[in-house]
């Protein structure tokens, strides 16, 4: 069994972003391929501080990073032997379903309605939606967004909640990254931002003289890595490695190191 060989994009900062296909549907399961190959293609976020960025020197930390590293270790996958891919919530379900990626770790909500297109394992996480805004704004929560503007991201549970409870309130406005709702929120452009508590704690902690979280939830979230459809073998793997790291403290250590210090609760694994 072997990967498809491809052309692969090395972007200025360093990271591998695939070029074609990550894998070949034909040659078994994703860890199979894995241990066989020594490598994986993973779909991950850019824009997410305390989850998983990159930084100015190419490097991608945070949680969900750690997440990723570890489990790709369990599955025989040394971290040079990563391609990192930045996959966006709208093409999530697209990149796993025509091999663009392996797996996706990547504050990817478990829905009923996504695991009728791919399979989870997990979760490894839970948080809850909140409002972003100004320091200087009179919102409060989710009963003050009447006449206002609220911004989401593309193809996320966020996005489908908020259109789902809000539309007749609020104009909703949808970019593909959060970091954009972030950049529309400071320039006024949009009145507040929802996903995530987990995700928009780290933006808060890059400007918290100019942003604060409202402190209302009204979701839960419960974050799993997603894999193809049917691959149950992987599935297993997956959450065997997720397992392992709880019950080594690296899951507690990588979220005291990256999350904490924005604000969010380390409570105990999902």
């Known amino acids: ?31 199979a391929r894995a241990g066989d190959t020594g490598s994986l293609t993973i779909g991950i ?50 990149a796993l379903r025509d091999g663009t990626v392996d797996l ?27 409002l972003l ?22 193809g996320s549970t966020s996005a489908a909640l908020m259109s789902e409870r809000f539309a007749r309130s609020a104009t909703l406005v949808e970019y593909p990254r959060v970091s954009e709702c972030v950049t529309a929120l400071l320039a006024r452009r949009v009145d507040a931002v929802t996903t995530d508590a987990a995700i928009l704690a780290g933006h808060v902690a890059r400007n918290p003289e100019l942003l604060e979280l409202t402190g209302q939830r009204w979701s839960t979230e419960r974050y799993g890595i997603g894999l193809p459809k049917g691959d149950d073998e992987t599935r297993d793997a997956v959450n065997a490695a997720i397992r392992t790291m709880i019950e080594s403290g690296s899951w507690r250590a990588s979220l005291e190191r990256h999350l904490a210090p924005s604000g969010v609760e380390v409570s105990d694994p999902p």
Request: glycine share 10%; aromatic share 6%.
């Open 104 to 130: 996706i770790v990547a504050a990817y909500s478990i829905t009923g309605e996504r695991q009728q297109e791919v399979s989870f394992a997990g979760p490894y996480f839970e948080t809850g939606q909140d």
């Open 133 to 154: 805004v100004r320091s200087t704004s009179p919102l409060s929560g989710p009963e003050s967004l009447t006449g206002r503007t609220l911004c989401s991201s593309s």
């Open 1 to 31: 069994m072997r990967r498809l060989r491809c052309l692969v994009s090395v972007a200025a900062a360093g990271v591998m972003l695939a070029g074609c296909s990550a894998t070949d549907a034909t040659s078994g399961s994703v860890a």
């Open 45 to 94: 976020r850019l824009d997410h501080p305390g989850l998983s960025e990159q930084t100015v020197d190419g490097r991608i930390v945070g949680f969900d990073a750690d997440v990723a590293r570890f489990v790709a270790a369990e599955l025989g996958v040394a971290e040079d032997g990563i391609t990192w891919k930045e996959t966006v919530a709208a093409e999530r379900e697209d």
